[in-house]
């Protein structure tokens, strides 16, 4: 894989838009992003309840009830992203492959 990133916006439905060096357009919902963020402790949390699925009502905090955001991207080398999110979660640190293969295809204009 050797498409790297070209043009990066936040759009306005707060979905992360990324065009690649190979032409092609991809999207990322921002939960998705979070929800697949390649740090240990979020790995741990999935591996954790996948074996033992809990019965158990969470209890969320404050931030976990607004909506997930973007709140900052810092460029790590030539090679991935650091994204930082409005849960506070920064820790992730997101290949160009690993971000490559998270895209959803840019639905057509209406």
């Known amino acids: 894989m050797s ?3 070209e043009q990066l ?4 439905d707060g979905r992360l838009w990324i065009e690649w060096s190979d032409g092609v357009q991809l999207v990322y919902p921002v939960r998705d992003l979070r929800d697949a963020s390649p740090d240990a402790l979020t790995r741990e949390k999935a591996r954790v309840a996948a074996e033992k699925p ?3 009502l969470t ?3 404050p931030e976990e009830l607004a909506p997930l955001r973007i709140t900052g991207m810092q460029p790590i080398g030539r090679y991935a992203y650091q994204i930082a999110f409005s849960d506070g979660h920064d820790s992730g640190i997101y290949t160009y492959e690993y971000l490559y293969s998270l895209g959803k295809p840019l639905p057509p204009s209406a």
């Open 3 to 5: 498409a790297i990133p």
């Open 9 to 12: 916006k936040l759009l306005d």
């Open 54 to 56: 809990s019965t158990e």
């Open 59 to 61: 209890i969320l905090a």
